[in-house]
């Protein structure tokens, strides 16, 4: 597998579940992220980790929580979400620390409340 | 927060014209990006622009980063069908932290619509 890939592509769930997404990158890149893109709206991001660490938390309300265990893996769990939580949720990579290089991004997991 | 303007927020063009569209910002970016998305997946990055001042091609699309670092477009010449999607401008600038830590603002986007 090549680029940044993530699962599932789509998912329903009900406000009493808990899920996860994953991301996984294979680029070697040092930088990942959660963005939302919600109709009409800019891409918002969600969370930033650099090495591993997490440098951004853009008021992200608490029912999602992001996990990144090694600089390959990245997963945004979720629990008692709200319908208008329904969204494109996408991640991307980035190496930060070879010079500045745009985005690679994920191919993204249309997530629908119910 | 940043913002970035931009326009149009759609446009629908017959197939073989060109198309121009462009962003704004009051803010300074070191970095213009330009990304397309398909339905159903992520933007892919098409140009990027490192200096002021500096015009890149990538084919048939050409961008230019603005002498002011505050505004880029993007042209793309004889359209053709598989054009259609959503073309985004992002702005990348060092964040609040410093260091390594960057933040990509993105414009809403401008729907191309390609009528054969």
């Known amino acids: 597998e090549t680029g940044v890939t993530q699962t599932p592509r789509h998912l329903v769930m009900g406000m009493t579940n808990k899920k996860s997404l994953k991301c996984e990158q294979h680029?070697?890149?040092?930088?990942m992220y959660w963005y939302k893109q919600s109709a009409k709206k800019p891409l918002e991001l969600m969370f930033v980790y650099n090495f591993k660490e997490q440098t951004e938390n853009n008021s992200v309300p608490s029912r999602f929580s992001p996990e990144c265990p090694n600089s390959s893996h990245l997963f945004l769990h979720l629990h008692t979400l709200q319908p208008e939580d329904s969204a494109l949720y996408l991640c991307a990579s980035s190496q930060v620390d070879r010079g500045v290089h745009g985005y690679t991004f994920g191919s993204g997991t249309r997530l629908t409340v119910v | 927060g940043q913002q970035l303007n931009q326009s149009p927020q759609s446009m629908f063009i017959q197939e073989g014209e060109d198309v121009s569209m462009n962003c704004t910002s009051s803010s300074i970016f070191n970095t213009w990006l330009w990304y397309k998305q398909d339905p159903g997946e992520g933007p892919v990055l098409l140009i990027a622009l490192y200096k002021a001042g500096e015009l890149t091609s990538n084919g048939r699309l050409t961008a230019q980063f603005g002498i002011t670092r505050k505004d880029s477009f993007l042209n793309i010449s004889a359209s053709i069908p598989s054009d259609v999607g959503i073309y985004f401008c992002a702005g990348l600038q060092r964040g609040v932290s410093g260091g390594s830590n960057y933040k990509l603002t993105f414009g809403k986007g401008t729907l191309l619509t390609v009528n054969p």
């Open positions: 680029l070697g890149h040092n930088a």
